[in-house]
């Protein structure tokens, strides 16, 4: 089985508007040691060529902003992180990335817990968007799982409890999309901390757990049918 790794940037407070339903103004707390905003990430590789689109091969329907336009890259590996913070949306980590001084927000999707966004809503990064190589896990050998690797993050901390049923939902139909269309073993869908050179908690340890012992082998019962 291939090897996998890891992402950390320096605490950072930040202010944000909330969902529209609320407008209630939210406060990003001084994130912990074993969120994923420690350190900074690892310096991409040249670029991957990318190829024709192929027609998805997922099936349910699935939002349009997830499947990629004319030309995607070959991932291989969907690695999960937990933004280990009360609150947070895909803007608001974009904000806090960039005054690091990274190019854009590292993760190729973001899934909000109601407080930042809709319980359980995805939400699609520029990267995914451009195809373009992640910043979620660095110190990988030659950087593959940034190169090849989907970063999906939770807002929340789950060392102590799951996420919410609507982000577990979320997640398992984003994966599945995102396994089906690649041909992912659900092996390569991974936890943060499962990746070579990590050393981070991340996504918590009851989340580890359900990667482990819910949503892989419900990806496998689905690929076995």
């Known amino acids: 089985m291939p090897r996998l790794s890891l992402l950390h940037v320096a605490p950072l407070t930040l202010l944000a508007l909330a969902g529209c339903q609320t407008g209630a103004r939210v406060v990003v707390p001084d994130l912990p040691s ?11 590789e040249p670029e991957v060529k990318l190829t024709k689109a192929p027609q998805p091969r997922a099936s349910g329907s699935v939002p349009r902003s997830w499947v990629p336009g004319v030309y995607e890259r070959p991932w291989r590996w969907i690695v999960i992180h937990h933004s280990a913070s009360d609150a947070g949306s895909a803007e608001i980590f974009d904000r806090s990335h960039r005054a690091r001084g990274w190019d854009e927000l590292g993760y190729h999707f973001v899934i909000t817990n109601g407080n930042g966004g809709r319980d359980g809503e995805v939400q ?4 995914w968007r451009k195809q373009k190589w992640g910043a979620h896990c660095g110190g990988t050998p030659n950087n593959d799982y940034n190169n090849y690797g989907v970063g999906v993050c939770l807002v929340g901390d789950f060392s102590e409890k799951l996420p919410s049923q609507a982000q577990l939902a979320s997640l398992k139909k984003l994966v599945t999309f995102l396994a089906g269309r690649y041909a992912i073993d659900p092996l390569y869908v991974i936890s943060h901390r499962d990746s ?11 989340l580890h757990r359900h990667v482990r012992t819910d949503l892989r082998p419900s990806l496998r019962q689905m690929v076995s049918r």
């Open 196 to 206: 070579p050179n990590a050393a981070t908690a991340c996504p918590g340890d009851v």
């Open 34 to 44: 074993d969120s994923i905003f420690v350190g900074r990430p690892a310096r991409p």
């Open 124 to 127: 699609v990064g520029s990267r």
